[in-house]
């Protein structure tokens, strides 16, 4: 038999009547002597069955709050995502003081340092851009800049074009919640495999990511990572993360995250194309044309899922079974004939650190 939570066994009207039981053959309505010398008490008592259900749930983290998640993580050793701002390029046709403050439409940013090209040469004009804000929303702003803190003389351009590093948000209770039960079930410590993922994740910029003993042999470790908008990490990114966990210029000495005597090569999952061909049925008046906006926004959202998937996956799958899936409900189409993936009418496998996006979507006539 389940056991009744104390709120719903110590109600108030479950209380008064168990009190009242004791007084057979007396009046017990309200406002005769026996209720009301009880009634004050039994609903003070019942507000402490309130509190005490509260401090049960708290003790177990499938019905732990938030701040006692937090408790509970501390005490497992568990890192918790904290929001971070995203950072940008920005692209100047000249060379912008560093500390400069920028607007782009909500949003304000301040030029942090000159980018470099893959020599460590300074790229003329391209800045590290970070948003004021932190979280994700900083992530969705792009477009033209208009200087707030000071005039740049001779400025004729001024744009952000990409995101470097995308911001991201607290983590959310849930996903805390999911990290503390499994915590009970997988050791992290030492620089496990376990660890090396977790500590990885922690990292700004970073949704995902894997480890496995890199070909090179005992004491090498390779880590892979997806960004936290779960696409290919840019180089400033991985170039981050790598100085974070093991700098190259003294790999394997310890001065980042993993210990001395680990040498850790950091690399970003690779996109690979997935071209889809559908045979279709469509509904009376209704054109390829006007169904293939949604099932292009249908399987964009389907190559995300599998994307947020990849770091729980040893390999992603691309399947026509599922395309089929996420496409029969799309408004005009009536059936779905044939699906072919990359011109073939077979699943496409990918490699353990490759990601899914969509390329050309046709139609099979």
């Not at 090209?117 to 970070?130: A, C, H, K, R, S």
């Not at 949604?294 to 026509?320: C, H, S």
């Amino acid at each position: 038999m389940t056991e009744q939570a104390l709120t719903v066994k110590y109600t108030f009207q479950n209380l008064l009547d168990s009190y009242t039981s004791g007084f057979p053959a007396v009046d017990k309505r309200q406002g005769s002597i026996v209720y009301d010398s009880g009634s004050a008490f039994l609903l003070e008592l019942t507000q402490y069955y309130i509190e005490l259900e509260k401090i049960e749930n708290n003790q177990y983290p499938d019905t732990a709050d938030r701040e006692s998640l937090l408790k509970m993580a501390r005490e497992q050793g568990i890192v918790i995502e904290t929001a971070t701002p995203c950072i940008s390029r920005g692209v100047f046709n000249l060379n912008v003081p560093i500390g400069s403050r920028w607007n782009q439409g909500d949003m304000n940013f301040t030029a942090r340092a000159q980018l470099n090209d893959t020599d460590g040469n300074p790229i003329y004009g391209n800045f590290e851009m970070v948003c004021d804000t932190a979280g994700t929303i900083g992530n969705a702003y792009l477009g033209p800049l208009i200087p707030i803190s000071q005039s740049i003389p001779g400025l004729a351009r001024a744009d952000l074009t990409e995101v470097l590093i995308p911001g991201r948000d607290d983590e959310d209770t849930e996903s805390i919640r999911e990290k503390v039960i499994a915590s009970y079930f997988t050791m992290s410590y030492g620089f496990n495999r376990a660890q090396y993922i977790s500590v990885t994740e922690s990292l700004p910029g970073v949704g995902g990511a894997k480890a496995q003993r890199a070909p090179t042999g005992g004491g090498t470790v390779s880590v892979q990572i997806i960004n936290s908008e779960f696409k290919a990490p840019s180089d400033i990114l991985i170039t981050e993360i790598q100085t974070a966990l093991d700098p190259v210029v003294n790999a394997g000495e310890g001065y980042g995250l993993v210990p001395i005597g680990h040498r850790c090569t950091v690399t970003g999952v690779r996109n690979v194309t997935i071209d889809v061909g559908l045979s279709v049925t469509l509904r009376e008046g209704w054109t390829w044309d006007d169904v293939l906006p949604q099932i292009e926004d249908r399987l964009d959202n389907y190559f995300l899922t599998m994307a947020k998937a990849w770091a729980d996956e040893p390999n992603l799958v691309v399947r026509g079974a599922l395309i089929i899936t996420n496409l029969i409900t799309v408004t005009g189409l009536l059936d779905i004939l044939e699906v072919q993936l990359n011109g073939a009418d077979v699943n496409v496998p990918l490699e353990f650190d490759e990601i899914p996006i969509l390329g050309a979507v046709t139609q099979i006539v």
